[in-house]
């Protein structure tokens, strides 16, 4: 199976992904430290390190599908077109893809967290509260069918939710 995980910085989605990842066990492929690797090496930041983080997770997915192991994709997926692209890679394999959206209801507590969070992820700055908002601002609406989290309720209860839904995919929804 893919997953494709989607929400704003900071929302809780990395969180979910790494529960998951342990309890299916899946691999978790994260487009933030891919990009900051990009960067890392030499990668001037004017170019387009996003996009290309998100084509370099995808080519990630794409083998460890190949091997007949799931994957969880950590990424923003704010816009139709990124939520896409991870139907080529479960097409190409034939497995069924699933779309988790983490959302905080409480801005507050989504406030808190980006502004308390340290990663470890050489080279990769986190986005203020005003990036996060602009990026809101311009989040494109869902066609997909998804399950819906809010991190403001408890990590274990999400999760487990997060295994329901997935496990009633797998079993619902043929492949692509």
């Known amino acids: 199976m893919l997953l494709a995980m989607a929400g704003l910085p900071a929302a809780g989605k990395s ?7 342990r309890a299916l066990p899946a691999a978790v492929v994260s487009v933030d430290p ?3 690797a990009m960067w890392r090496a030499g990668v001037e930041r004017t170019q387009p390190t996003g996009l290309a983080a998100y084509l370099v997770a995808e080519a990630v997915a794409d083998n460890v599908l190949g091997l007949g ?5 950590d990424a923003v997926n704010a816009v139709q077109g990124a939520r896409r692209q991870w139907r080529a890679p479960a ?4 497995v ?5 959206e983490v959302v905080c209801s409480d801005s507050r507590l989504h406030r ?14 986190e986005p203020t509260w005003e990036a996060v908002r602009q990026r809101q601002a311009e989040y494109e609406p869902w066609t997909d069918h998804r399950l819906v989290l809010d991190s403001a309720a408890d990590l274990a209860s999400n999760a487990a939710q997060a295994q329901h839904y997935l496990t009633q995919a797998a ?4 492949a692509p």
Request: no cysteine; proline share 5%.
């Open 15 to 21: 969180s979910v992904a790494q529960e998951l990842g």
């Open 34 to 36: 891919i990009e900051a």
């Open 69 to 73: 192991q799931s994957v969880i994709i």
């Open 91 to 94: 097409g190409r394999h034939r």
């Open 96 to 100: 069924p893809i699933a779309f988790i």
């Open 112 to 125: 808190q967290r980006l502004e308390r969070r340290s990663r470890g992820i050489e080279g990769f700055e």
């Open 171 to 174: 079993r619902s929804r043929p």
